[in-house]
């Protein structure tokens, strides 16, 4: 029977001289001049009015939809020799869809 494979890996997990129940001493990098410290850096929370999407907005979407939908059906119900109602239905629905994307 062949001996079996070595297993390679990531290498040595714990840093040298230490063992896995201990904890390397931190290491602090020198500081340099014109750089910020990590613990400076400061973002402040978005406010809750710029989460939430204007009233307006899903009511206008809905409505976008429905015109489209109706202009669709008109073309081919009643206007059967022009494609202006199919284009401005087409035009509706893709700025509904475009609202949708929009919406929080």
Known sequence: ???PKRKTGA??????GTKPGQRP???SEPARPGRV???SRY???TPISAKESPRWL??????????????IMARYLIFSDSNIPLLI????????????????
């Not at 899903?58 to 202009?71: D, N, S, Y």
């Not at 239905?89 to 929080?104: I, S």
């Open 1 to 3: 029977m062949a001996p």
């Open 11 to 16: 290498g040595r997990v714990t840093p040298a």
């Open 25 to 27: 001493a931190a290491v």
């Open 37 to 39: 410290a990590p613990s």
């Open 43 to 45: 973002t402040p929370p």
């Open 58 to 71: 899903p009511v206008l979407m809905l409505a976008l939809f429905v015109i489209g939908a109706l202009a």
């Open 89 to 104: 239905g087409l035009a509706c629905l893709l700025g509904g869809l475009f609202l949708a994307t929009r919406w929080r």
